[in-house]
């Protein structure tokens, strides 16, 4: 730009429903204000139970309205990310070396039994399995 170069040559569009997250900042845009703020919210509380309906009352917003533009703008269901973002989380806990019943307390499941049973359902591993895995690479 300062030496006069035309940047049209180098202009990446970004088709439409896909978000970008900012890493520096873990910011999330998208074409719908209202779905990046979700998505905020979501990896900023990756740690409490989250719950569509609950969602949906904090941005107060009908409940059939946000599913709809989520799927619309994300292409991929409010629940499937709730699921994505708190997988994600207590993947990175079992790598920080947090055992089960300090993840389940973290995380705020109601047991560790629960937890074990939800990861499980989630991965495909066992904690111990995808532990184990860890320790392979």
């Known amino acids: 730009v300062l030496d006069g170069e035309d940047l049209r040559d180098h202009v990446e ?3 439409p ?11 999330y845009v998208s074409q719908d204000a209202l779905v990046g703020r979700v998505l905020d919210y979501l ?10 309906q609950g969602i949906a009352e904090r ?3 009908c409940l059939r309205t946000l599913q709809r533009r989520f799927q619309q703008f994300y292409s991929r269901t ?3 990310e709730i699921h994505r973002v708190r997988t994600s989380h207590a993947r990175k806990l079992i790598r920080d070396g ?11 499941f109601s047991s560790p039994q629960y937890f074990y049973r939800w ?3 989630q991965v495909g591993l066992s904690v111990k399995e995808y532990r ?5 690479e």
Do not use: A, C, W
């Open 78 to 80: 409010l629940g499937e």
């Open 119 to 121: 990861f499980e359902t």
């Open 17 to 27: 429903g896909k978000f970008v997250e900012r890493e520096s900042t873990r910011q």
């Open 132 to 136: 184990n895995s860890l320790d392979e």
């Open 43 to 52: 990896h900023t509380h990756e740690d409490q139970p989250l719950y569509s």
């Open 59 to 61: 941005f107060d917003v």
């Open 13 to 15: 569009q970004i088709s």
């Open 98 to 108: 947090l055992r089960g019943p300090e993840i389940s307390r973290t995380m705020d």
